[in-house]
């Protein structure tokens, strides 16, 4: 850091490490000016909104609500100057909802609307995507779209028409499969058709025909390789497309003999096998819920009736003796419900759940030994595992959708709502309780 002149060409990563460094020992400080001595020197780098995003969360650690804001509005400034294709979808939401919510503190209401109205229609599908549409709909006291039943469908010659005619045959054939209920026939038969990166039209074609197959993660990577201004003119409701339900008896029936919110389940089966019963991840973990298989015969071995049926204990037995069990959905979601209500029991917050369910018991204790989980933002912005940081963003996203494609507006968002501010929610209430008093 201190050879800038030396060794120019290592500078700029060696400056930025050093901040990351510092920052995980505490020293906040420091931390932030060298954060900020890198954006000054290197505007250029592309590590810039990175180095911002930390110096976010470091003046919101410190209380210091300017210097947060401005780092927040250097962020926005930049990504304004891109065209909406190229823009950072990983820190721009982040910035765009810091600026609402430090506005709000404010007191300056407007321009938190502004950002989080901005935020809730540029990004609606991301983690701070959800926060943004929750604070906005909290700080205006209404909903502001209603999901719409299913998928909205294009006609059958709107679908098909930008397919070269040995596509459409395939199509075709597909269409008549799945009419026929015949849905791992059809999945064959889209497959046979290749990816069309630079035709929106097919490439949203071909995701809801793989979504109408159930083959939900095609569907899901199809539909997000959308560019993002063609995906801006869409239906908000054509997003389910990435939010799929399946085993949804199995996971009801088993979240609400324990009381875990269904769609809590839902969240994480989503995120950690795309409702794919076979999936299998390099380090052993099966099924929908990726449960490994010592804690699926922890789980096995301690739940008992009335949670498990006399006639389906045969499940419980075949998962403690054969790993590959976890492969039937039945089994993998009893088993998992019963794990996540576990960590319900102990941790309380469902925050917290996941930073255990994704890293282990061990580090959830560590980082809350730590970390100050006050302000749950700033506790999972400072998760210092970055693959169980974004764990945790994406399945509170899940959550938030799954609540409201599912459940519709009037869906309680209790945990939702507690990660935003707390005066925000308070006053929230308190005007809803009134309008409901002058009825």
Not at 238 to 250: D, G, Q, T, V
Request: proline residues 5%; contains cysteine; hydrophobic residues 40%.
């Amino acid at each position: 850091v201190e050879s800038e002149k030396k060794y120019p060409e290592v500078h700029a990563d060696a400056l930025f490490t050093y901040a990351r460094i510092i920052e995980n020992e505490g020293n906040f400080a420091e931390a932030e000016q060298k954060f900020k001595d890198f954006v000054q020197m290197y505007p250029k780098d592309a590590k810039v909104n990175e180095a911002l995003s930390e110096t976010i969360i470091i003046a919101a650690i410190q209380k210091e609500t300017d210097e947060a804001l401005n780092a927040a509005l250097n962020l926005i400034q930049i990504e304004n100057r891109k065209p909406s294709n190229d823009r950072d979808t990983a820190t721009l939401p982040m910035a765009l909802y810091w600026a609402g919510k430090t506005y709000y503190e404010k007191g300056e209401k407007k321009r938190a609307e502004f950002f989080w109205q901005r935020l809730s229609q540029e990004f609606y599908s991301t983690f701070y995507g959800a926060l943004g549409q929750l604070a906005l709909e909290k700080l205006n006291n209404k909903v502001y779209f209603l999901p719409p039943t299913q998928v909205p469908m294009f006609s059958r010659a709107e679908m098909l028409k930008d397919f070269p005619k040995p596509d459409r045959a395939i199509l075709e054939r597909a269409e008549t499969l799945l009419v026929g209920g015949l849905k791992t026939e059809a999945n064959c038969e889209i497959n046979e058709i290749a990816a069309s990166s630079g035709n929106d039209h097919r490439l949203l074609a071909k995701a809801i025909f793989q979504y109408a197959s159930n083959d939900w993660l095609a569907a899901v990577k199809s539909y997000q390789n959308l560019s993002k201004s063609y995906r801006a003119t869409l239906p908000k409701g054509m997003e389910r497309i990435l939010f799929p339900r399946s085993y949804a008896n199995f996971v009801d029936h088993y979240a609400k003999k324990l009381g875990v919110d269904p769609h809590f389940a839902n969240a994480i089966i989503r995120q950690e096998s795309v409702f794919n019963p076979k999936a299998q991840s390099p380090v052993g973990a099966r099924g929908l819920m990726q449960m490994m298989p010592a804690t699926a015969r922890m789980e096995a071995r301690s739940a008992e009736s009335p949670y498990v049926d006399a006639d389906k204990r045969g499940l419980v037995a075949g998962a403690l003796s054969d790993e590959r069990n976890l492969s039937d959905p039945e089994t993998n979601v009893m088993l998992g419900v019963h794990h996540v209500n576990r960590l319900l029991q102990k941790y309380k917050h469902p925050v917290f759940v996941l930073t255990s369910y994704n890293a282990n018991p061990r580090a959830t204790e560590r980082w809350l030994a730590n970390i100050d989980s006050s302000d749950l933002i700033l506790f999972i912005e400072r998760i210092p595992y970055k693959e169980t940081r974004s764990y945790v963003k994406l399945v509170m996203r899940n959550y938030f959708y799954y609540k409201r494609w599912y459940e519709g507006p009037n869906s309680n968002m209790a945990l939702m709502e507690s990660l935003l501010p707390s005066r925000l929610v308070a006053e929230s209430k308190k005007n809803a309780e009134m309008q409901t008093s002058m009825r």
